[in-house]
């Protein structure tokens, strides 16, 4: 049982990045997608937990990008989500 925990690949990911990668999207991708938002910062989103800070059409964007609706989202998008 030990053994075959050991053996799997987890990883702690945030829940942006879970919707970003679901969607097909590179990190350059979304950011043009998203309009006005450096790789990087997305990069700081998902690597620490940061909380996104967008506009209201920025938010459009990455919604519509991702495939989600605004209303689906959590409220917490930074909120770590354990991935196998």
Do not use: Y
């Not at 970003?20 to 990069?43: H, M, N, P, W, Y």
């Not at 909380?51 to 605004?70: D, I, K, L, Y």
């Amino acid at each position: 049982m030990i053994e075959e925990e050991n053996n799997q690949e987890v990883r702690r990911t945030t829940l942006s990045r879970q919707l970003r990668e679901k969607a097909g999207l590179t990190r350059e991708q979304l950011a043009a997608i998203i309009g006005d938002i450096a790789v990087s910062t997305l990069a700081r989103w998902e690597n620490n937990g940061v909380e996104p800070s967008m506009t209201r059409q920025q938010w459009h964007n990455f919604c519509r990008a991702v495939g989600v609706n605004f209303e689906d989202l959590p409220m917490v998008l930074s909120e770590k989500v354990l991935v196998a």
